[in-house]
C-alpha cells in the first residue's frame, strides 16, 4: 500500500510539487533497507521524469542545466564512493540527517535569497556549489529537490520554467545514475519487476499533478510535506540507536 502512495505522490512531485520528494524518501525508507529503498525508487523516479519532460518539454532552459552538469557529475562520483563505503544502517542515519539539513535550507531558501549577495548568486562558484550538492544529494538518496529549487529561484524563473528545467535535469542525472545502482547491487532484476506494476500510479500522480498545480496553496502545502518529512527524518536517526 506504501508503495502505491509512494509511486502516486513521486508523479505528483514530478510534475507541481518538488517538496514532495523529501517525503517519499522518508516513507519508503520505513518499508525497506535505506540502501533497497534508494535503488527502488530510482526507476520510478526516470518514469516520473519522462511524464514530466514530455508535459513540459517546451517549458526548458538549457543554458542553466549546461553551466551546472559538469559540477553535478562531480557531486554524484563523491556519493558514489560514499554509497560504496556504507551499510544501509549508515546510510539511514546518513539519510535522516542530510533531509533534515534540507528541510533546514528549504524553509530559509527565501531568507538565503535576500541576504546572499547578488554577485555571489550570479557567479560561477554559487553553481559549483549548487552543483557538487545536487549530485551528492541525489546519489546517496535521490533527494536534491531543494537544492535544485534554490539554484532555480536563484534564475528567477516562472512555474512552468521552474519545473520543466528541473524534469530535464532529474532525467538527465537519474539517467546516469543508473549504472552506477545497478553495480552497487541497488537495482536489481527483482526490484526492477516491483517497479513496473507501479508505472500505472506514477502516472496518475503525474496526472494529478498536471491538473491540481494552478490550483495548490503551495506555501501552507510545503509547510504540511516538511512538518510530515522532519518527523521520518528525525526517526531515520533515532532508528539508529532505538529499535522500533
Known sequence: MISIIVGCLIGVAKTAIATLGIFNVTLFVQVFPAKESVGMMLPMLIIGDLFAVIYYRRSVVWKHLFSLIPWVLGGLIIGFFVLWKVNSAQLTLLLGILILVLMVLQICKDFIHSKINDHFINSKWFTYLMGILAGFATMIGNVSGVIMSIYLISKGL????????GAWFYLFV?????????????????????NLWIIPFI???????????KFIPQNFFQRIILILGAVGAIKLILQNFFSF
Open 174 to 194: 537519474n539517467i546516469i545514475k543508473v549504472p552506477f545502482y545497478i553495480g552497487l547491487g541497488m537495482i536489481t532484476v527483482h526490484s526492477f519487476l516491483f
Open 158 to 165: 516562472p512555474k512552468k520554467e521552474f519545473i520543466g528545467t
Open 203 to 213: 502516472f496518475l500522480g503525474s496526472y494529478i499533478g498536471i491538473k491540481i498545480v
